[in-house]
Nanobody, 123 residues
Framework: VQLQASGGGLVQAGGSLRLSCAASGRTVSIYAMGWFRQAPGKEREFVATISKSGGSTSYADSVKGRFSISRDNAKNTVYLQMNSLKPEDTAVYYC?????????????????WGQGTLVTVSS
């Protein structure tokens, strides 16, 4: 499975961005898909995840109410709509895919990773 993330960029605080992550290869093996982020000098952290059906989602407290994760299984693509962006949201955002049932929040719950897309929020 290969994951290709896109949609990052520079945005002012309060603005919005939508990230996309397209999966290719043996996509039938994918269950949950998620987003993580890593700010300079910090560890990679969980942002959001969504189940295979899209019926279950989970968010980090820091983004709850501002970010929304969704997926289009026909396109093998997961999205992250980010609204009301803050400077502290600045990071490289990574998409990930899991072979396991559920909505894992830990890095270890994912089997495949994309290359990352940079989001910069200016104050």
């Amino acid at each position: 499975v290969q994951l290709q993330a896109s949609g990052g960029g520079l945005v002012q605080a309060g603005g919005s961005l939508r990230l996309s992550c397209a999966a290719s290869g043996r996509t039938v093996s994918i269950y949950a898909m998620g987003w993580f982020r890593q700010a300079p000098g910090k560890e990679r952290e969980f942002v959001a995840t969504i189940s295979k059906s899209g019926g279950s989602t989970s968010y980090a407290d820091s983004v709850k109410g501002r970010f929304s994760i969704s997926r289009d299984n026909a396109k093998n693509t997961v999205y992250l709509q980010m609204n009301s962006l803050k400077p502290e949201d600045t990071a490289v955002y990574y998409c990930a895919a899991s072979n396991r049932v559920g909505v894992p929040r830990a890095l270890g719950g994912y089997d495949y990773w994309g290359q990352g897309t940079l989001v910069t929020v200016s104050s």
